[in-house]
Every structure is written in structure tokens, then in C-alpha cells.
Nanobody, 117 residues
Framework: QVRIVEFGGGLGQPGGSLMLSCTAS????????VAWYRQSPGEQRDYVAFMTEYRTTVYSGAVEGRFAISRDNAKNTLYLQMNNLRPEDTAVYYC???????????WGQGTQVTVSS
């Protein structure tokens, strides 16, 4: 079994910042948070940012230059620093974790981010 928990969602102001965190734990070997996705009402879940334990990073065009993904391996925690927030960043943000096989997706429950004046 696994436990994946996201924190840090809330209300942000346009141009402001928020930081999300995701911690994974459980009996699955090498369960590791690797990516952030987001989903707005009526829309599909979209990729935001990806990082492996080796610090390889990829960002979606919508957040490139504004968001930064990072990891604390000792805590098995993935972060998403969100800067220069825009109203269109409003969504539920989900953490994706993988095990050593990379065959299964493990999702957190999501955390709501709302960007509004």
C-alpha cells in the first residue's frame, strides 16, 4: 500500500506565489513522487512538471519560467514552487508517484489552488 499526500494549496493572488509539497510513503519499493498535474473543472488532467530522483526536469509551456519543481530525497518529498501566479493556474493539483517498475501510477488526493484577486 501507499500513501501520497499533497499540501500547500489555497488562495493565491495574481502575481503572487504558492508552494506545494507531496510526500509518498508505503510498502512499495522506491515509491517516489515524480510529477505534478492539474485539472480544472470540465477539463482533462494536464501535465505541469516532472522531476526524477536524478533531478531531470520538464515543464509544460503554460508554467515554464514561472514554476519550479524540486525534491528532497531524504524526505521523499516533491515540491512545486509557483511564482507569478495567473488566474488560469486555478485548478486541483495532483501529485504523481511511481515505483521502481514505473508501470503503475500512484495519485494523491489533490490540493486546490485558486488564483483570484
Amino acid at each position: 500500500q501507499v500513501r501520497i499526500v499533497e499540501f500547500g494549496g489555497g488562495l493565491g493572488q495574481p502575481g503572487g506565489s504558492l508552494m506545494l509539497s507531496c510526500t509518498a510513503s508505503g510498502t512499495i519499493f522506491n515509491i517516489t513522487p515524480v510529477a505534478w498535474y492539474r485539472q480544472s473543472p470540465g477539463e482533462q488532467r494536464d501535465y505541469v512538471a516532472f522531476m526524477t530522483e536524478y533531478r531531470t526536469t520538464v515543464y509544460s509551456g503554460a508554467v515554464e519560467g514561472r514554476f519550479a519543481i524540486s525534491r528532497d530525497n531524504a524526505k521523499n518529498t516533491l515540491y512545486l514552487q509557483m511564482n507569478n501566479l495567473r488566474p488560469e493556474d486555478t485548478a486541483v493539483y495532483y501529485c504523481l508517484a511511481k515505483d521502481a517498475t514505473w508501470k503503475t501510477d500512484y495519485w494523491g488526493q489533490g490540493t486546490q489552488v485558486t488564483v483570484s484577486s
